[in-house]
């Protein structure tokens, strides 16, 4: 199951946030992230790839354009988890996650429980599943939410900013896991996010925006060169890319004063 865009295009409140977006590619089995600067359109692409805004152009999965299809249709196929997630539901962990799990799927018995355990297991949340979501932090909120989304088994997994709230031992750890998870079940990931060396990391391909246009696409290497950040983010960078470790991307300095 691919994900294709061409030409997208989309306005909310009279103004233009996306510029005929065109041709950016996702396969299965890997994560692509999505970067840019504030106010770039990240979000505004993910939820019209979700069918929660209105765009003129083309979506097309797995051969099959969406651009008519409801949001109950998509979400058969796709799942798409938001930057706010805050709850206040007296359900618990482990009750939020089944209740995901059973939304999705007909299962019934063990097996939808041991999928629930198993997810929270990989998550770190065993020690967790009988809090309250309301009780918990907000970066325990967002494992939670990550859980849910996951625990569904979606084909097509869109994540909007999903390590924004976590620790440095989380942020990995779900990025790990998710790596694994679209390589072991076919699933294409779609992830925004602003750390560009973890994106450097995680993803196999890059889609960056710069106001509501995609400026670049391809693998972290191609698109995330010094000049590109140095006009699209304003910054300078020190970038490496060493053979036996991660990737760094490190700002530097500012080149031009924000205008406030």
């Known amino acids: 199951m691919s994900l294709r865009i061409e030409c997208l295009s989309c306005r909310m409140g009279g103004q233009p946030i996306l510029h005929r ?9 890997e994560i692509t992230a999505l970067v840019g600067p504030n106010g770039a359109g990240k979000s505004t692409l993910l939820k019209n790839i979700a069918g929660l805004v209105t765009a003129a152009g083309g979506i ?15 979400a058969q196929k796709l799942y798409y988890l938001p930057q706010d997630i805050g709850s206040n539901s007296v359900l ?22 041991y999928k629930v355990r198993d997810t929270l297991r990989a998550l770190e949340l065993e020690d967790l599943a ?59 990931v779609i992830m925004a996010i602003h750390d560009l060396s973890l994106a450097a990391r995680f993803a196999a391909h890059v889609w960056m925006l710069h106001q509501g246009r995609s400026v670049a696409h391809g693998t972290p290497g191609d698109v995330l060169t ?35």
């Open 226 to 260: 010094r000049a590109r950040l140095r006009e699209v983010y304003a910054i300078e960078t020190h970038i490496e890319w060493p053979a036996d470790q991660p990737p760094r991307i490190t700002p530097l300095a500012a080149t031009r004063r924000l205008g406030i």
């Open 92 to 113: 618990t962990v482990f009750e939020a996650v089944l209740l995901a799990r059973r939304t999705r799927t007909s299962e019934h018995g063990h097996e939808a429980l």
């Open 21 to 29: 977006v065109d041709d950016l590619e996702a396969w299965p089995g």
């Open 130 to 188: 009988e809090r309250a979501l309301a009780t918990l932090s907000g970066g325990q909120r967002q494992r939670v939410a990550i859980a849910q989304a996951v625990v569904r088994e979606p084909r097509l997994l869109l994540l909007d900013e999903p390590t924004s709230a976590l620790d440095l031992h989380h942020q990995l750890q779900v990025l790990e896991w998710l790596s694994r998870l679209a390589r072991e079940r076919g699933i294409v």
């Open 60 to 74: 097309v999965l797995d051969g099959a354009s969406l651009s008519n299809t409801s949001f109950t249709a998509r």
